[in-house]
């Protein structure tokens, strides 16, 4: 009598037991077709797709299913896409949802929304209060395009006032995906996780060459100084990056040094740390 083990029913997600499909000859496991997926052992027991499709479960069940994720993951990169598509230059800046109105951090965040809006550029922002609230509010001062990329998160509620054009996004990868499609470089003001966030996610991408020509330029020498040298007393020296990686950003304290910088630095061609040739960027070629 053969010892082998046998193919035992398998319960499939619903609850229902389906059988399992029987081994061939030489002890071969058949294989079950879903798709574009190949399912063996207790992985094949399991219904067809129109089946489960067109037997009603229970409400609002699918929804809460990841192949639904997908088409809302799917709709949000579809409407981010086509509200974007047609802003013309923009760029993205970033900073602190904490900071108070009347500041000097809010103040410089109003100063380079405007200054940029009179430059011609969108002002990308994660459209929320704080350093947020006061781009998109200099955007509008500048008589340019305040754009705000919403998130739903627990402790911050709807767009900022100043927000022109607004998409608010589930997931984050997706939002963030728009601030850096849609934009010729990174302002970056003094802020927390989320600033952090947004910032080495964007030095890892001119890093690694997923984009080229970004200028990142953060406000505030004596915010991000402390930064800077932890990542060249520590980082650097214990060889975990290389001290060219520091290129990949520029630190300046006044707000007309920054956007001219991140618009020096998208020119086509240009390097990350702003030179474009070996000459720096916006220099024009000898003839």
Do not use: C
């Amino acid at each position: 009598m053969s010892t082998d083990p046998q193919p035992q029913p398998v319960p499939d997600i619903t609850g229902e037991t389906f059988p399992a499909p029987e081994q061939g000859a030489n002890n071969h496991v058949a294989t079950r077709h879903k798709g574009p997926l190949e399912l063996r052992r207790k992985q094949a027991a399991v219904e067809m797709s129109d089946q489960h499709l067109l037997d009603t479960k229970g409400a609002g069940q699918f929804i809460h299913t990841d192949p639904w994720r997908v088409l809302r993951i799917q709709s949000e990169f579809v409407e981010g896409f086509g509200a974007l598509a047609d802003i013309g230059p923009a760029v993205s800046v970033f900073g602190s949802a904490r900071t108070k109105p009347g500041t000097s951090y809010y103040d410089l965040g109003v100063d380079v929304g405007r200054k940029l809006a009179e430059a011609g550029i969108a002002v990308i922002t994660g459209g929320g209060p704080g350093s947020m609230e006061a781009a998109n509010k200099g955007a509008v001062q500048g008589n340019g395009l305040s754009i705000g990329l919403g998130i739903e998160l627990p402790f911050e509620q709807g767009l900022n006032q100043w927000v022109d054009l607004g998409i608010n996004f589930r997931y984050f990868f997706a939002r963030k995906t728009m601030f850096v499609k849609y934009a010729q470089g990174f302002i970056v003001l003094p802020g927390g996780l989320g600033t952090l966030d947004e910032l080495f996610e964007a030095m890892v991408l001119v890093q690694t060459r997923k984009v080229t020509s970004f200028p990142i330029v953060l406000l505030g020498t004596s915010f991000w100084g402390p930064m800077i040298d932890w990542i060249r007393g520590t980082l650097v020296e214990e060889g975990m990056v290389s001290e060219k990686d520091l290129d990949l950003i520029q630190v300046v304290d006044d707000p007309s040094d920054a956007v001219d910088l991140v618009l020096r630095g998208s020119v086509p061609g240009a390097s990350a740390n702003g030179r474009a040739n070996g000459r720096p960027n916006g220099e024009q070629r000898p003839e």
